[in-house]
């Protein structure tokens, strides 16, 4: 796959039981509660647009993430692609940057995370791997119209990823 096809990062901040999410303003996934990432900026590696969507959307400056794989997608709204998916522990209760543009940030129960219908709908099925520390995988999505998922998969990461 091209860069292209890979645009944008997501990472999941924990901390004890609970994660970081951001109840989203915007599309995609607006009016839903998401991890906070964004699109890479043009010649940026994955993590360090990772780190900098991390340091603008809460304030928090992180040295390092866990690359945990990657979530791809077909038929969605959003054309066909990719994202890379990142975490990473936050030790403290430092103040969190108020997001006026994306949205509220709240930490949230870790098994609320995997239930509430107020997360966007895959989260609960590839985020328990990616919080228990699997392997970097690909978890792709294949989507009907209107955003419903109509299946998933577990896939090996492709042969030629560059991080």
């Known amino acids: 796959m091209t860069t292209d096809y890979y645009r ?8 004890a039981d609970q994660v970081l999410m951001l109840h989203r303003r915007n599309p995609p996934n607006q009016g839903f509660w998401n991890g ?8 940026e590696r994955p993590l360090q647009g990772a ?10 400056r992180l040295p390092t993430a866990r690359f945990a794989g ?8 959003e054309t066909p692609g990719g994202l890379y998916i990142f975490s990473a ?3 403290g209760y430092s103040p969190l940057r108020p ?3 994306e949205g509220e940030l ?14 966007v709908s895959n989260i609960s099925l590839f985020a328990p791997y990616v919080l228990d520390g699997a392997p970097p995988q690909d978890y792709h999505f294949a989507y009907a119209t209107g955003d419903r998922i109509l299946s998933w998969e577990i896939r090996p990461l492709p042969p030629d990823l560059t991080l």
């Open 89 to 91: 522990p936050v030790a």
């Open 70 to 77: 990657l979530l791809t997608w077909d038929g969605h709204s």
């Open 36 to 43: 906070v990432g964004g699109r890479l900026e043009a010649g």
């Open 99 to 101: 997001t006026d543009n």
């Open 51 to 60: 780190l900098r969507e991390v340091r603008e959307e809460t304030g928090y």
């Open 106 to 119: 709240a930490w949230k129960p870790r098994a609320w995370v995997f239930s509430s219908p107020d997360v």
């Open 8 to 15: 944008y990062t997501l990472i999941f901040l924990t901390r």
